[in-house]
């Protein structure tokens, strides 16, 4: 059990049978420490060798560096907040232990959620989180308007990482994306989204657009990620149907053909799997688990890229800040950079298995989730969107619609 106060009895994650057995566990939020730096033939690197590594790769002076994670050292420790992915939790903190040798404290768990733990927290003067990583929704409408970021932008050991040619969209800003300001909030990650997937079997090469779903056929045998709760993919995807089809067409869909509500990625993509239902709407890919039906040969396809809208992009959970107030500003200071720079985004975006912002920084992922900023596209974690009255209104009208 953790001492940490924003951390939950630990669980096991069991592993995801071909079968899809009844019973697989979801691991919602859980909190480890990293212990131990991992094993290695190569004898640690001196602060002045990594030091020197990262000026050369990342820009900066090397003294700048070995100021910074020095004094990261004397304070000893870590404690970020991220997604509840086992990869993630596995790998960032013992990458950033193993090349700075501060330890880690872990907190996994849906943005939304540890967001309101850090109020509980914050409201009873508890500051226990460093840095956090989140998606836009939560990041953009509770952690920056509630004023619990640092000006990350000033804390940046290299000029060069503020450079717009450096990163995807080359836009103002760049990296960061909180307008109008561009100095608390940086986007370390891009990814195509999944807008539904559909079992083979029961609707063959039919169903290629969001139209098509409103054929009377279908009607019962659809479920979706609930978006009235106003975060993630199923709430993101209304967003989209809502500005590109008219507020007529989302009720259509969700309310005329009887969409099933679900607030279980996995559960919603298993059932497609298993045919109980045709279509799943805003299932994430988080975790490789869409990949993973495909790969165990179920009947599924990912429709990515309908005929009738277009890409839908995101950050994932790939959106970073700095906590004021925290107990290990320095060590907060020295994950931001690291994040930003080419190495420590390599990691960051690997476990998560998305692409990178960076242009120099390359990861694989599945086809489906590969965005394309080259044509039209849709970006659901657009700031000013996601801190309008639009997104607002919009759920208060999802939850009349669709009770």
Partial sequence: MSDHPLAP????????RVSLAVGVAVLSLSAVAACGSGSSDKP?????????????????????????????????KLTISGPPSPEVNKQVPAAFQKEFGVSVQYIAGASGTTAQKIKSER??????????????????????????????????????????SLWQSGAQGAPFVDQPKFDSVANLSIQGQEQ???????????????HDLLDPKWKGKIVAMDPTKGAGLGFNVVV???????????????????????????????????????????????????????DDGLPVRVVARPNDAPQMISSGYGEVGMMNKAPHPNAAKLFANWLLCPDGN???????????????????????????LSGDYWDTYDWKLLTSNDTDQLVSQLQTDLK
């Fill in 240 to 294: 989209m149907l809502e500005k590109k089809f008219g507020a007529d067409f989302v009720k259509q869909l969700y309310k005329g053909q009887g969409v099933v509500l679900e607030t279980d990625d996995r559960q919603a993509a298993d059932s497609v799997a298993k045919g109980q239902y045709a279509v799943a709407i805003g299932v994430s890919e988080a975790n490789g688990q869409l990949d993973q039906l495909i």
């Fill in 9 to 16: 009895t630990q669980r096991t994650r069991r592993t995801r």
């Fill in 44 to 76: 640690a690197q001196t602060t002045d060798q990594v030091a020197a590594s990262l000026a050369s790769s990342c820009g900066g002076t090397a003294a700048d560096w070995t100021t910074l994670i020095t004094a990261a050292k004397k304070e000893g």
């Fill in 123 to 164: 409201s009873a003067g508890i500051y226990s989180l460093d840095a956090f990583l989140a998606g836009g929704n939560t990041m953009s409408t509770v952690i920056y308007q509630s004023g619990w970021l640092d000006d990350l932008k000033s804390a940046l050991i290299s000029p060069k990482l503020t450079d717009p």
């Fill in 196 to 210: 539904f997937m559909v079992n083979t079997k029961l609707v063959g090469n039919k169903i290629n657009g969001w």
């Fill in 346 to 372: 390599k990691v960051w975006n690997e476990a998560n298995r998305y692409q990178s912002t960076r242009k120099d920084v390359d990861v694989k992922v599945p086809d489906f989730i590969k965005a394309d």
